[in-house]
Every structure is written in structure tokens, then in C-alpha cells.
């Protein structure tokens, strides 16, 4: 499977795309909204192990610009019952020029025509501002809160969001 939109392409993660993600591993762990996930691994042979089993699942897409084929980041998604649950993650580098918004969009709209998807939902710390405002562009509606804890010293409030699209 392969996606494009104007600026993007985008296709199934493969298992020798593990240094790139290692990468956004990296960043994403030394990044301000690593308190509000479990950490990524840095080394290659964890980093290749997470990689292998993401691919395997085929849920997981990974996102390039066209014009230079660099991979910015990946967009992912977990069945829950009758629902995907989503999750992103973006190099820093390609944050705030709407690349997240741009892919996600894309891949819910194929999910919701080529699968028959009808419920997605997604988890994101409510200070996480710029993950929240993604959410409600793409048209998910904050629809409880809750205090989350990884290691039981820092917790959070953490919103569980909702989109229902209709299919034709």
C-alpha cells in the first residue's frame, strides 16, 4: 500500500527502516513530550527488534516528503474492537509544517473507504497543546480525561479522544 497526497508519500513501514526510525527514536526521547510516553529505544538491536515488530503488525506507516524522500516520521494505528486507535510520531525537525496533519488525514480517509473504519481514537496528554489541536483539526472530540501514570512518580491528565466518520 502506497498513499500520496500533494507534498507526501506514504507506505507501510518495512523492517529495514530501522535506523531511521532509531533516529526519530532518538529525538522523540529528547524531546519535551517524552514525560508523557514510555521511552523509545536508542540502541540498534532494540531499536531493530521495535521496528521488526511494528512492521509486522502492518498497522504502522511511515511518511516522506517527495521532493527528497526523507522519512519525517510515522503514523500508527492499534484495532481496539470496532476502533483504531492512533499514534504519531515526527522527527522535530518537520514539526509544525503540517506534515502529521496531512499523512494522519490521508491514512484515516483509507482506512475509513478501503476498510470500512467508522471509529478511530487517540490518547494524548492534555499540556501536550500541539498534539491536542492535531486531534481536534482532524475533527476528534475530547470525550474524558484521566490522570496517567508510566512510572508512578510523574503522572498527568492524559484526554481520550473520539472521531466517528460515516462512510457512503
Request: hydrophobic share 35%.
Given at each position: 500500500?502506497?498513499?500520496?497526497?500533494?507534498?507526501?508519500?506514504?507506505?507501510?513501514?518495512?523492517?529495514?527502516?530501522?535506523?531511521?526510525?532509531?533516529?526519530?527514536?532518538?529525538?522523540?526521547?529528547?524531546?519535551?513530550?517524552?514525560?508523557?510516553?514510555?521511552?523509545?529505544?536508542?540502541?540498534?538491536?532494540?531499536?531493530?527488534?521495535?521496528?521488526?515488530?511494528?512492521?509486522?503488525?502492518?498497522l504502522?506507516?511511515?511518511?516522506?516528503?517527495?521532493?527528497?524522500?526523507?522519512?519525517?516520521?510515522?503514523?500508527?494505528?492499534?484495532?481496539?474492537g470496532?476502533?483504531?486507535?492512533?499514534?504519531?510520531?515526527?522527527?522535530?525537525?518537520?514539526?509544525?509544517?503540517?506534515?502529521?496533519?496531512?499523512?494522519t488525514?490521508?491514512?484515516?480517509?483509507?482506512?475509513?473507504?478501503?476498510?470500512?473504519?467508522?471509529?478511530?481514537?487517540?490518547g494524548?496528554?492534555?499540556?501536550?497543546?500541539?498534539?491536542?489541536?492535531?486531534?481536534?483539526?482532524?475533527?476528534?472530540?475530547?470525550?474524558?480525561?484521566e490522570?496517567?501514570?508510566?512510572?508512578?512518580?510523574?503522572?498527568?491528565q492524559?484526554?481520550n479522544?473520539?472521531?466517528n466518520?460515516?462512510?457512503e
Amino acid at each position: 500500500m502506497r498513499l500520496e497526497t500533494s507534498r507526501l508519500y506514504i507506505r507501510r513501514l518495512h523492517e529495514t527502516d530501522w535506523q531511521e526510525m532509531k533516529n526519530i527514536f532518538i529525538d522523540f526521547n529528547n524531546s519535551q513530550y517524552a514525560v508523557y510516553d514510555m521511552p523509545l529505544p536508542t540502541k540498534d538491536e532494540e531499536a531493530k527488534a521495535l521496528t521488526k515488530r511494528f512492521a509486522d503488525s502492518n498497522l504502522f506507516f511511515v511518511v516522506f516528503r517527495k521532493e527528497s524522500s526523507d522519512l519525517l516520521g510515522y503514523v500508527c494505528f492499534h484495532k481496539d474492537g470496532d476502533n483504531y486507535d492512533l499514534g504519531y510520531c515526527f522527527h522535530s525537525a518537520y514539526h509544525s509544517k503540517g506534515y502529521a496533519y496531512e499523512s494522519t488525514k490521508a491514512l484515516i480517509e483509507y482506512f475509513a473507504t478501503k476498510c470500512g473504519a467508522t471509529g478511530f481514537t487517540a490518547g494524548t496528554a492534555i499540556d501536550n497543546i500541539p498534539s491536542c489541536r492535531l486531534l481536534e483539526k482532524l475533527g476528534f472530540v475530547c470525550v474524558s480525561t484521566e490522570t496517567v501514570s508510566f512510572d508512578k512518580v510523574f503522572s498527568f491528565q492524559g484526554g481520550n479522544f473520539e472521531l466517528n466518520v460515516k462512510t457512503e
